[in-house]
């Protein structure tokens, strides 16, 4: 496990902090950080609502990311439920496509931090539709 994963799983639990904001929404069940390429780490919890307005903890660390004024991610991590363990849903890795289409088969995800599983975006999302 290379420190930066390390740093990237600290980030994501210290936003991992499940509650309850209203009797619609709940939020803090899953985090995530996303490295970005200049080596910054963003983080997102996912927020859920009762009528789908709500949002994966993936997507709002890439939005902080962007909201920060940066554009290309260098790694993704999440920690659900099954501590650690987890994949990008196919919304999230519809959006990493679209935001980098020539070079979203490079970014890295964490898929089980306990046994230091890794893969690529390419490797789990390999005929993505913006290819053809
Ligand atoms: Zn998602």
């Known amino acids: 496990m290379d420190k930066i994963w390390e740093e990237m799983y600290e980030a994501a639990k210290a936003v991992l ?30 927020i859920d609502t009762c ?39 196919g919304a999230c890795r519809e959006l990493m496509v679209q935001l980098m289409p020539t070079s979203y088969k490079d970014i890295e995800i964490m898929l089980d931090y306990r046994t230091c599983k890794t893969t690529t975006l390419g490797e789990i999302t390999p005929e993505w539709w913006i290819d053809y």
């Open 17 to 46: 902090k499940p509650r309850t904001i209203s009797g619609y929404v709940t939020a803090g069940e899953v985090s995530a950080a996303v490295l970005s390429k200049s080596g910054k780490i963003y983080t997102g919890v996912c």
């Open 51 to 89: 009528s789908t307005l709500g949002i994966c903890a993936e997507r709002n660390a890439i939005f902080n990311m962007i909201t920060n004024g940066e554009n290309e991610i260098a790694r993704v991590l999440c920690i659900a439920p099954i501590e650690g363990k987890g994949a990008p849903c």
